[in-house]
């Protein structure tokens, strides 16, 4: 008797096993996003707030941002949230996407040797700085990755009326932590959105050399992927995930994210922007700052 009950037993607990794992493997979503948001610890942060109010377990998959929006387009994400806005515009356009939302921002910043070379520190203007690095022909490492900021970068030296090319010129073909790191070795000039330059710690000579511009606002925008377009994306469990992340919950995870005490990014709710604004007035002048 006693064998026939464990055997009854464990054929119950096999039952079980077999009965709730279907569940659980269905409460994932896949977010393809960007370098930045992964190596700055952001999701370290917010994303276990999210699963322990929803049951849903968020699997991110970093790239840069061109290849983030491919990832949705051949329907291997549920999500892309990423920093190019133009290109996730299109992405809807194109029916890849369901709609765009605004999620937060940063800016991005110019750094350098401590030296500034170029002499980014007096430039009136991103467009003038990177002028500065052109004229001077002092190395520049560009991702050269189809990101959101080679998309920023190359905005930049269409404003400054310069086609980047030449020895001087450094196109890795990586992510922004190697791209900083490449800098610091050479050492470069580099643009970088701030929450990864606040997290990277192999800083070498580098520091700020030029931020502030109106033009190097960084936004960060969040769509899910056309189900209708994907049929097998998980569109309800996403679009909770996109609710949770606009909503004050979301929205107050980001801003409780910082290191040494500066937040890597904001929500983009209009309070936060002009509490951002006041705080940006506030400081330094930190175009030869501390970087």
Not at 6 to 15: E, F, I, K
């Amino acid at each position: 008797m006693n064998r026939i009950h464990r055997t009854l037993v464990a054929a119950a607990s096999g039952l079980v096993i077999l009965t709730t794992l279907p569940a659980a493997a269905q409460s994932f979503i896949t977010v393809a996003s960007t370098t930045s948001t992964e190596s700055s610890g952001l999701f370290d942060h917010i994303l276990p707030i999210f699963t322990a109010e929803t049951g849903i377990e968020v699997r991110v998959v970093a790239r840069g941002t061109g290849q983030a929006l491919e990832t949705g387009r051949r329907g291997d994400a549920d999500i892309v949230f990423v920093h190019a806005r133009a290109l996730e515009e299109q992405f809807v356009a194109d029916g890849y996407g369901v709609a765009r939302f605004d999620v937060m921002y940063n800016d991005f910043v110019i750094v350098g040797p401590a030296h500034d070379p170029a002499g980014l520190r007096e430039a009136g203007s991103a467009a003038e700085a990177m002028a500065a690095v052109a004229a001077a022909g002092v190395s520049f490492a560009s991702r050269g990755d189809d990101s959101g900021t080679h998309v920023a970068e190359m905005k930049l030296w269409d404003a400054a009326g310069v086609e980047p090319a030449g020895n001087w010129y450094l196109s890795t073909g990586s992510g922004m932590g190697t791209t900083l790191n490449i800098a610091a070795q050479v050492p470069a000039y580099a643009l970088t959105d701030r929450g990864t330059w606040l997290g990277f710690r192999n800083r070498g000579p580098l520091e700020i050399v030029f931020e502030g511009d109106e033009i190097l606002l960084n936004t960060y925008g969040i769509i899910l992927v056309s189900p209708e377009r994907h049929p097998h994306v998980k569109a309800e469990d996403g679009q909770a995930f996109i609710d949770w992340i606009i909503s004050d919950a979301g929205q107050n995870a980001i801003a409780g994210f910082s290191i040494d005490g500066e937040p890597l990014f904001f929500p983009f709710a209009d309070r936060a922007r002009r509490t951002h604004r006041r705080a940006t007035a506030a400081r330094p002048n930190r175009r030869g700052g501390r970087g």
